[in-house]
């Protein structure tokens, strides 16, 4: 049974910092493409940054510079370093996997996800 949890959203103010993580269980990270979406209120789930099983990444270019996505394989956790909040960052953030080394930006390529964890930026 795969399993993705999310941890680490919170409140924060702008211009801080979070990590978020997600622990995998029932797979082997490194076998999967590992990748983080956001949903705000009220507006359909986008694409923030994924990493290929071999550890290559992409991010959104909005965010880059901003949002580090990395993994450990051997703690089996994916995470997300978020720098200089900004209040337009304020949504759930989940991640997803699917087995294989592509990547996609599409949330219906992947097959697991994660429960979510909530990021609110105050100004």
């Known amino acids: 049974q795969v399993q993705l949890v999310e941890s680490g959203g919170g409140s924060v103010q702008a211009g801080g910092s979070l990590r978020l993580s997600c622990t995998v269980t029932?797979?082997?990270?490194?076998?999967?493409?590992m990748a983080w979406f956001r949903q705000a209120a009220g507006k359909s789930r986008e694409w923030v940054s994924y990493?290929?099983?071999?550890?290559?990444?992409n991010t959104k270019y909005s965010v880059k510079g901003r949002f580090t996505i990395s993994k450990d394989n051997a703690k089996n956790t994916l995470y997300l370093q978020i720098n200089t909040l900004k209040p337009e960052d304020t949504a759930m953030y989940y991640c997803?996997?699917?087995?294989?080394?592509?990547?996609?930006?599409?949330?219906?390529?992947?097959?697991?996800w994660g429960q979510g964890t909530q990021v609110t930026v105050s100004s």
């Open positions: 997803a996997a699917v087995f294989g080394r592509a990547c996609f930006t599409s949330p219906g390529d992947y097959k697991s």
């Open positions: 029932g797979y082997v990270l490194n076998t999967y493409c």
């Open positions: 990493i290929r099983p071999d550890g290559a990444t």
